[in-house]
């Protein structure tokens, strides 16, 4: 749904109703600059297997493999980043892909891995 309005209720109603094709492109993660600085790449849609490092937030600093991506929420888990509930249940904590930087792209796609072929360890 393209909107041309700045008005903020239409805005906030854009983005929830936009569709998975989309909302996938906006689930992109910054790349370590350390890493990939002449990667050409700025920004890299963030996928299962990828490993991130927190940036913002109670959890700064972790660093672990992504467990699952959802569109709908448009939140990312992390692999042993969990909430201890009330009840001693543990929980997955939701990072908005924005507070993340991805250090080691999952090359196990064909079309990635050609992209980034100069940075595959092996």
Not at 40 to 50: E, I, L, P, Q, Y
Not at 85 to 105: G, M
């Amino acid at each position: 749904m393209n909107t041309i309005s700045a008005k903020p209720r239409k805005q906030r109603k854009a983005q929830a109703n936009m569709p998975f094709h989309r909302r996938n492109k906006s689930m992109k993660v910054p790349l370590d600059k350390k890493k990939y600085s002449d990667a050409g790449v700025r920004r890299v849609t963030v996928r299962k297997g990828d490993t991130v490092r927190v940036l913002r937030g109670s959890r700064t600093g972790h660093e672990g493999k992504v467990a699952s991506v959802n569109l709908s929420k448009g939140k990312v888990t992390i692999e042993k980043a969990l909430l201890r509930k009330a009840d001693n249940k543990e929980v997955s904590v939701w990072f908005d892909p924005s507070n993340l930087v991805i250090t080691t792209l999952d090359l196990s796609d064909a079309v990635r891995k050609e992209r980034f072929k100069n940075y595959v360890k092996e």
